[in-house]
């Protein structure tokens, strides 16, 4: 949402429909959901700290039927004239729609508008036909959406469009969207789940973080009309927290990201089942890295701290190896390191050893997991330092250094750890090395990759 919004209206909660309190919402464009109340719903619990209705109800004339989800009670003030207000936070807001249970929460469609989403649809639906005497023919015909079937959903991207018309001009605008749809309807969270990935999805496609501007959704529920017949409900809006580090996206041109729906159009299905698939055994990668997208101002040394444990954690989930199976490593090697621990070592120092270090001594280090990843990276991709087998070395040398001098702090890896402009450097590469692992586990093949790494400008900068 890109601007504040304020619905004046009466307020109460489910189970009590004739205590309606005057008071107006305020959706801010930070997303925080504000209930203004001008008196309370139990004046005899103003004072309580834990008076949190699970809904609340509304009504205003600029869009009738409101529901407030997740609600706790922020503040109550009683004046000495005897004025009561309080004031509530909602974790969600649904305008257009009365929910009066939270099991009924469920939609058949929820349809998302997200930063850059028309630069990476990258889709003209206007037509213009000039014609002699100044005048002109302007035809829209939103193209076909590009679908795909997942398990318990159906995708569509496309485009929609809008027009105004004023004394002295016509606007007519469209407005890329990503719908998800499910014929059974799901539950919120089950949706914004879906979204979620769907999101990073994007922001790895379009090389930068993208963020929801508008949500709507789609009950599939009808109630009576004003003579009884069957109405359905329309649109809802949908509003919610969506940790927006950046008020402002920056416009990025289609040509800068690594790939647009266009490219992707044909496999479209294939690339997102897999990403979506995948997601639960790379969750800590994903969110190891879209925390370093998503947060630009994020201090450089966390970046790279957290960058390398996703690499470390990608190739251990999907890669792995171990120098002995854990079996034999415990049954063998582990226990006789064991009996060796002198009998009069300090307790926690014995303790340390045995379920820290050497338990795990088996597994592979942190340079033989970059050694492995590059090597594949290098034999397929050689462009950049990739292409340079003296430069790798150099590479992964200097993050194991790095990694561990900031991980333990140790005085005399200081001068041999990366610092400034060179810790900036290999977090770059970093970042574009496990970006190209996920192409390749999204479905891409070698020869894919290769093309948008040497055609996209952003790699260039990544590799060099």
């Given at each position: 949402?890109?601007?504040?919004?304020?619905?004046?209206?009466?307020?109460?909660?489910?189970?009590?429909?004739?205590n309606m309190?005057?008071?107006k919402l305020?959706?801010?464009?930070g997303?925080e959901i504000t209930?203004?109340?001008?008196?309370?719903?139990?004046?005899?619990?103003?004072?309580?700290p834990?008076f949190?209705?699970?809904?609340?109800?509304?009504?205003s004339?600029?869009?009738?039927?409101i529901?407030?989800h997740r609600c706790?009670?922020s503040?109550?003030?009683?004046t000495v004239?005897?004025?009561?207000?309080s004031?509530?936070?909602?974790?969600?807001?649904?305008?257009?729609v009365?929910f009066d249970?939270?099991?009924?929460?469920?939609?058949?469609k929820?349809?998302?508008?997200y930063?850059?989403?028309?630069?990476?649809?990258?889709?003209?639906?206007?037509?213009?036909?000039?014609a002699p005497?100044f005048?002109?023919t302007?035809h829209?015909?939103p193209?076909?959406?590009?679908?795909a079937?997942?398990?318990?959903?159906?995708?569509?991207?496309?485009?929609?469009?809008?027009?105004?018309?004023?004394?002295?001009?016509?606007t007519?605008?469209?407005?890329a969207?990503?719908?998800?749809s499910?014929?059974?309807?799901?539950?919120l969270?089950d949706?914004?789940?879906?979204?979620?990935?769907?999101?990073d999805?994007l922001?790895l496609?379009?090389?930068?973080?993208?963020?929801p501007?508008?949500?709507?959704?789609?009950?599939?529920?009808?109630k009576?009309?004003?003579?009884?017949e069957e109405e359905?409900g329309?649109?809802?809006?949908?509003?919610?927290?969506?940790?927006?580090w950046?008020?402002?996206a920056?416009?990025?041109?289609?040509?800068?990201?690594?790939?647009?729906?266009?490219?992707?159009?044909?496999?479209i299905?294939?690339y997102?089942?897999?990403?979506?698939?995948?997601?639960?055994?790379l969750?800590?990668?994903?969110?190891?890295?879209?925390?370093?997208?998503?947060?630009p101002?994020?201090?450089?040394?966390?970046?790279f701290?957290?960058?390398?444990?996703?690499?470390e954690?990608?190739?251990?989930?999907?890669?792995?190896?171990?120098?002995?199976?854990?079996e034999?490593?415990r049954?063998g090697?582990?226990?006789?390191?064991?009996?060796?621990?002198?009998?009069?070592?300090?307790?926690s120092f014995k303790?340390?050893?045995?379920?820290?270090k050497l338990?795990?001594?088996?597994?592979?280090s942190?340079?033989k997991?970059?050694?492995?990843?590059m090597?594949?990276l290098?034999s397929?991709i050689?462009?950049?330092?990739?292409?340079?087998?003296?430069?790798?070395?150099?590479?992964?040398?200097k993050?194991c250094v790095?990694?561990n001098?900031?991980t333990?702090?140790?005085?005399?890896?200081k001068?041999?750890?990366a610092?400034?402009?060179?810790?900036r450097?290999?977090?770059?590469r970093?970042?574009a090395?496990?970006?190209?692992?996920?192409l390749?586990?999204t479905?891409?093949?070698?020869?894919t990759?290769?093309?948008i790494?040497?055609t996209?400008?952003?790699y260039?900068?990544?590799?060099?």
């Amino acid at each position: 949402m890109s601007e504040d919004i304020e619905y004046v209206g009466y307020w109460w909660l489910p189970e009590e429909p004739a205590n309606m309190v005057a008071g107006k919402l305020l959706l801010t464009s930070g997303d925080e959901i504000t209930l203004e109340l001008e008196g309370a719903f139990r004046p005899e619990l103003t004072q309580e700290p834990r008076f949190n209705p699970a809904l609340i109800l509304g009504v205003s004339n600029k869009c009738g039927e409101i529901t407030l989800h997740r609600c706790h009670q922020s503040r109550s003030a009683l004046t000495v004239s005897g004025y009561l207000t309080s004031n509530f936070q909602a974790g969600r807001a649904f305008v257009g729609v009365h929910f009066d249970a939270e099991e009924k929460i469920r939609f058949t469609k929820l349809t998302v508008c997200y930063d850059h989403l028309d630069a990476w649809v990258n889709r003209r639906d206007f037509h213009v036909e000039p014609a002699p005497g100044f005048r002109f023919t302007i035809h829209y015909e939103p193209s076909p959406a590009v679908t795909a079937a997942i398990p318990d959903y159906e995708i569509a991207i496309g485009n929609s469009g809008s027009y105004r018309v004023g004394n002295t001009q016509v606007t007519i605008a469209q407005k890329a969207y990503i719908a998800v749809s499910s014929a059974q309807g799901k539950p919120l969270d089950d949706c914004l789940k879906m979204m979620h990935d769907i999101r990073d999805f994007l922001s790895l496609a379009m090389g930068a973080p993208t963020h929801p501007v508008k949500t709507m959704g789609d009950t599939g529920t009808s109630k009576p009309g004003l003579h009884g017949e069957e109405e359905f409900g329309g649109p809802v809006e949908v509003h919610y927290p969506v940790n927006r580090w950046t008020v402002e996206a920056k416009p990025i041109h289609s040509d800068d990201m690594p790939f647009t729906l266009l490219d992707v159009q044909d496999d479209i299905e294939v690339y997102l089942t897999n990403w979506l698939r995948k997601a639960e055994e790379l969750r800590p990668v994903y969110d190891l890295l879209f925390s370093v997208v998503y947060n630009p101002d994020l201090y450089l040394v966390n970046a790279f701290l957290m960058l390398t444990q996703a690499v470390e954690t990608y190739h251990r989930r999907q890669i792995g190896g171990s120098y002995q199976t854990d079996e034999v490593y415990r049954q063998g090697l582990y226990q006789r390191f064991v009996e060796v621990i002198p009998s009069d070592l300090d307790k926690s120092f014995k303790q340390s050893l045995k379920e820290g270090k050497l338990k795990f001594a088996n597994e592979y280090s942190l340079r033989k997991r970059l050694a492995d990843l590059m090597d594949r990276l290098s034999s397929s991709i050689p462009i950049g330092f990739l292409g340079s087998r003296r430069e790798v070395s150099s590479f992964i040398t200097k993050v194991c250094v790095t990694r561990n001098y900031l991980t333990h702090y140790t005085p005399e890896l200081k001068k041999r750890s990366a610092q400034d402009q060179e810790l900036r450097a290999i977090t770059r590469r970093l970042r574009a090395v496990l970006e190209m692992c996920l192409l390749k586990e999204t479905g891409f093949d070698y020869d894919t990759i290769r093309r948008i790494v040497s055609t996209r400008s952003r790699y260039r900068y990544l590799l060099e």
